[in-house]
């Protein structure tokens, strides 16, 4: 089989297209909440808290010397990132929460007949009832 041959497998099962169109999906759906962590969340958050744009807070570890830029530690940049993430996780969560309570729910499966032994017992018991 051709290197050709073996790649057109691979990319038409449908796996890789279904974790391609995941991926595409998910990479728009993360700019959507990071659009909405940035813009809706993040400034009326700043606000309350005495006008803090969160991606600006930082501590200063070394200054800047020459050309050499300021060396900083950027925790409002990694605050803004955990709430992003806390956010697309909730998001997928209740994603997935619907999509669950959309599902029917498997039939049970009928109930099994007893077993050999069980009929055994069962007449057993009808016998000494009778005697």
């Known amino acids: 089989m051709g290197l050709m041959q073996e ?4 990319a038409v099962k449908g796996n890789v297209v279904d974790m391609a169109v995941g991926v595409i999906i998910g990479g728009a759906f993360g700019k959507i909440v990071a659009s909405a962590v940035e813009d809706v969340i993040m400034p009326p958050l700043g606000l309350i808290l005495g006008g803090v744009d969160f991606s600006q807070l930082a501590i200063q570890l070394k200054a800047a010397v020459g050309d050499k830029p300021a060396v900083m530690l950027k ?10 993430f806390t956010i697309m996780a909730f ?8 999509m669950n309570r959309l ?3 498997a039939p049970a499966p009928p109930p099994a007949g007893p077993t050999k032994d069980q009929e ?8 000494l009832k009778k005697s």
């Open 7 to 10: 790649f057109k497998e691979f």
């Open 75 to 84: 925790w409002g940049k990694f605050l803004q990132m955990c709430i992003d």
């Open 91 to 98: 998001a997928v969560f209740m994603m997935v929460r619907a």
């Open 103 to 105: 599902k029917k729910p």
């Open 120 to 127: 055994l017992l069962t007449e057993i018991r009808d016998l």
